[in-house]
């Protein structure tokens, strides 16, 4: 079923919106680093705004615990949200208490407020239904209706992003029609042929997109700290590296999957291996399967994959129609380990047919390197929910808006 959009809720001038945003930037001593994820935002606000709607906005940040904390505050958000729009955005200091109910009541049409970080009440991500059913209607009382903007949150099941969509009439905003409709060509009919990267850290979070996609690609390209996985598959000794012993079973078992329906797996034939896990450490290159040999010996870390690997990365994406792309390829936070990245990020760039960059750390990756945005056919603002929109998974703040 196609999912509700926008016009489905009618004339909203003069009715008041409230809105799931993902406003869940990386901030630094309160500065924000990446604010992509709020940029994403402003097409269905500013949308709604100009219907001369009464829009109040609501968003987690960062992981509290149930409770009130400065650091998690979305007060920066509220006041770089407001410079983009060009227009004051009122901020509630707390949630559905007394602040939210008086900025609520002040809102005049065309204008917009943000609550405080939805995570600081604990019913937010309850796994009561109930204790999240009471936070959902106290954020729908006097709203009339919802919109589910938040694409980073579809694959929760949370009081704002579940809950509050049944509580109220209910639709998505632009932004989550739109990854919906990028993605969709991802699953239905990619044009050929057709790559994964997968990096990142943890293999056991991407076995189950690994699984849905290996019958589904042409080339499966792995990279980032789950690659030595594949190595210890493989025989190879992997020193100190990043190793999900547990899994490696699982792994080769792709592994022959991948040869017998004939995808490409593409693994690193050469790492950037290092004394230790830091900026400034000694590193040298060495042949996948002679990690231990590196001169670092049993301490040595894998970082970043080789340039060979690079090249044979980037050469098979560039020559593919459809990219999706999750997961770095290295610890591209420390400058000398980014190399493999960047060389993933340029072939994206380059690909001539639909790039698209899953979400989290491969976007503030792309745009911590210096890429433009304009550069890739999509980056997505949701990278666990565009993982498990790939792997085929139930979303239930997608099916709460009839997809
Ligand atoms: P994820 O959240 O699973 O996408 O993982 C992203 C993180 O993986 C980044 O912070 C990278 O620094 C990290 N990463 C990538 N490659 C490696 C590696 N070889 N060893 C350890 N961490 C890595």
Not at 232 to 259: C, I, N, P, T, W
Not at 260 to 289: I, K, N, R, Y
Request: aromatic content about 6%; hydrophobic content about 45%.
């Amino acid at each position: 079923m196609a999912i509700r959009t926008l016009e489905t809720l009618g004339d909203l001038a003069g009715r008041t919106v409230l809105i799931r945003c993902d406003f869940n930037v990386p901030l630094e001593d309160g500065r924000i680093t990446d604010e992509g994820r709020i940029v994403a935002s402003l097409p269905t606000l500013r949308a709604l705004l100009e219907q001369g709607a009464k829009v109040v906005a609501m968003s987690h940040l960062g992981r509290p615990k149930g409770a009130p904390e400065e650091r998690y505050s979305l007060a920066p958000v509220a006041a770089r949200l407001g410079e983009l729009l060009g227009q004051e955005v009122a901020f509630a200091t707390d949630t559905v208490g007394e602040d939210a109910q008086r900025v609520r009541i002040a809102l005049q049409d065309g204008q917009l407020a943000l609550l405080e970080n939805l995570r600081f009440d604990p019913r937010e991500t309850s796994k009561d239904a109930g204790e999240r059913a009471e936070l959902a209607a106290e954020l729908a009382a006097g709203a009339d209706v919802f919109v589910s903007d938040g694409f980073g949150v579809v694959h929760r099941e949370q009081a704002s992003v579940f809950e509050v969509a049944q509580a109220l009439p209910s639709a998505a905003g632009l932004l989550v029609a739109k990854e919906l409709e990028v993605l969709s060509r991802l699953t239905e009919s990619p044009e050929r042929p057709y790559a994964v990267v997968l990096g990142g850290s943890k293999v056991s979070d991407k076995l189950g997109v690994i699984e849905h996609l290996l019958p589904r690609v042409d080339r499966l390209v792995i990279g980032g700290g789950m690659l030595f996985t594949f190595l210890k598959a493989l025989g190879h000794d992997v020193a100190s590296s990043l190793l999900e012993e547990d899994q490696v079973e699982r792994v080769l078992g792709y592994m022959k999957q991948a040869e017998e329906l004939g995808v490409q797996l593409l693994l690193p034939t050469d790492v950037v291996v290092a004394e230790s896990f830091s900026a400034d450490a000694a590193h040298e290159t060495v042949a996948a399967d002679a990690i231990g040999g590196s001169r670092f010996g049993a301490k040595g870390i894998g970082l970043d994959i080789g340039p060979d690997s690079a090249a044979a990365f980037a050469e098979a994406i560039r020559t593919s129609r459809t990219v999706f792309w999750n997961g770095p390829m290295g610890v591209f936070e420390m400058p000398a380990f980014a190399h493999g990245t960047k060389a993933v990020a340029q072939a994206l760039t380059e690909v001539d047919g639909l790039a698209v960059v899953g979400g989290g750390d491969s976007a503030a990756a792309v745009r911590g390197l210096g890429f433009d945005d304009a550069a890739f056919g999509h980056i997505s603002t949701g990278g666990g929910a565009s993982l498990e929109f790939l792997e085929g998974a139930r979303l239930p703040g997608l099916e709460v808006l009839g997809w």
